[in-house]
């Protein structure tokens, strides 16, 4: 029965939370200790480290013996440096996981993040990920190449044995950042029902990494009987005006022959 009285108590006065959403649970008191805790040791640490390192000095002017004074040096600077330390632990932690790859493609196409954690790919897919973003020195191209082309060869396995929706596939590449945009020409490559020549289109004219267009050619090479007529006209036009794969020898090689499929050496 509902509540009649003129003032309601204030539990009753509360709004009831929006249908469909559950209340914000409270945190449990050691998270919510937690900051207070982590603040109050660093306090403690640089206090501590700083009477040490103070005690220390004042001992260089007394007959306090080496030993423990520089025991206590050491102590004081190690308390001191403690705080920053920690703030670096946590940076690299932060950084080694910062590229949740399945939960960037399920805010665009949550069918085809469902499949991938199905088939258990997530925390592969994220672990590549995160290898692949690390490995940015010039020098390290080639293993850049590798770990990604192992990302392609994952979900095209998962493509050939499942139905992704080809519209989801389609905004991951159009809306995705550059690994997301290479994963979904991976799953065109398992599955050559997903091709979208506008998809290509833009992979080969606006790539924006060589590993996306050397995909993109690689469909457009193994789909090449799906294309209409116009659609493969368009694709080797674009392909003849980019100069781009020319820059890479195994872009240029598919490049080569895509133009023996289209029936001509080369297209002017």
């Known amino acids: 029965m509902a509540n009649v009285n003129e003032h309601p108590p204030a539990a009753a006065r509360r709004p009831a939370p929006p249908p469909g959403r559950r209340p914000a649970a409270v945190p449990s008191w050691p998270v919510r200790a937690r900051p207070v805790v982590d603040i109050v040791t660093r306090i403690l640490c640089l206090l501590l480290g700083g009477a040490l390192v103070v005690a220390g000095l004042i001992g260089l002017f007394t007959d306090v013996g080496q030993g423990p004074l520089l025991i206590v040096l050491a102590a004081g600077l190690l308390l001191l440096i403690i705080p920053s330390i920690v703030d670096r632990i ?27 954690r199905r088939h258990g790919m997530g925390p592969e ?9 690390e490995l940015n020195s010039p020098e390290l ?32 590449f ?4 550059p690994i997301v945009r290479v994963l979904a ?28 267009q050397f995909h993109a050619l690689k ?50």
């Open 141 to 172: 191209k080639a293993v850049r190449g590798q770990v990604l082309d192992r990302i392609v060869q994952r979900v095209s396995q998962a493509s050939a044995v499942e139905k992704f929706d080809r519209a989801e596939v389609k905004d991951l």
């Open 90 to 116: 946590r940076s690299m932690r932060v950084r080694e996981y910062e590229v949740e790859l399945i939960r960037q493609i399920a805010e665009t196409a949550r069918k085809t993040a469902d499949i991938l």
């Open 219 to 268: 469909v457009i090479r193994n789909g090449w009987g799906r294309l209409t007529p116009e659609e493969r006209n368009q694709l080797m036009v674009s392909i003849e005006a980019n100069p781009q794969i020319q820059a890479g020898p195994d872009r240029r090689d598919l490049a080569q022959e895509i133009r023996g499929l289209a029936g001509s050496p080369r297209i002017r």
């Open 125 to 133: 897919l994220d672990a590549y990920a995160s290898i692949y973003t």
């Open 185 to 212: 020409l991976g799953l065109m490559e398992g599955d050559l029902s997903l091709i979208d020549s506008e998809v290509l289109l833009d992979a080969v004219n606006r790539s924006l990494t060589g590993n996306e």
């Open 174 to 177: 159009m809306l995705g950042s």
